[in-house]
Antibody, heavy 119, light 107 residues
């Protein structure tokens, strides 16, 4: 069965960086896009960007351009999201979520990684 | 970017009753609209895509309709496990955007 397993809770200080991992199994890693979606407390989800695991190509939401980097390691079917220059309003649960290349809705989600940014 | 607006913010419904949730797009998204259900502490669950097609394993009491800018999610007879948050998302244009959600609570 399809599974996305994420790394654990992070606590960071403002200005620091965080890297979250998403290990996938149960499907062909290169056959689907891998997206990152975050959800601040009490808010709706917010799409951050996606990576094509086959080519490594990325699309980022303009809001995160310059601060986010999405990468992947095809040898271990794992995707990564790094967010730099963290601010308090980056405190959120960060999810990885799978989508088709042509239709960008999310059929499988990871459990989420809580990132808290606090001095 | 396309702004998705959901209403109402909270819907109070008795078990067994019908719930109707709305989602409006700031510009046409054709039928490129998906609905998710989310319970506290959990990831969203994929319910409906293409505005009206249920995902695998989703009960028939969930139905979606609409196109263009106006969409509706209907839960025909609420079960206890249906009390949750519901979000719509458009995938017609980048960036992908979500609505602010509707909380369906027990009346």
């Amino acid at each position: 069965q399809v599974q996305l397993v994420q790394s654990g809770t992070e606590v960071k200080k403002p200005g620091a960086s965080v890297r979250v991992s998403c290990k996938t199994s149960g499907y062909t890693f290169a056959a689907y896009s891998l997206n990152w979606v975050r959800q601040a407390p009490g808010q709706g989800p917010e799409w951050m960007g996606r990576i094509n695991p086959n080519s490594g190509g990325t699309n980022y939401a303009q809001k995160f351009q310059g601060r986010v980097t999405m990468t992947r390691d095809t040898s271990i079917n794992t995707a990564y999201m790094e967010l730099k220059r963290l601010r308090s309003d980056d405190t959120a649960v960060y999810y990885c979520a799978r989508s088709d290349y042509d239709f960008s809705f999310f059929d499988y989600w990871g459990p989420g990684t809580l990132v808290t940014v606090s001095s | 970017e396309i702004v998705m607006t959901q209403s109402p913010a909270t819907l109070s419904v008795s078990p067994g009753e019908r719930a109707t949730l709305s989602c409006r797009a700031s510009q046409s998204v054709s039928d490129n609209l998906v609905w998710y259900q989310q319970k506290p502490g959990q990831a969203p669950r994929f319910l409906i895509y293409g505005a009206s097609t249920r995902a695998t394993g989703i009960p028939a009491r969930f139905s979606g309709s609409g196109s263009g800018t106006e969409f509706t999610l209907t839960i025909s007879s609420l079960q206890s496990e249906d009390f949750a948050f519901y979000y719509c998302q458009q995938y017609n244009k980048w960036p992908l955007t979500f609505g602010g959600g509707t909380k369906v609570e027990i009346k």
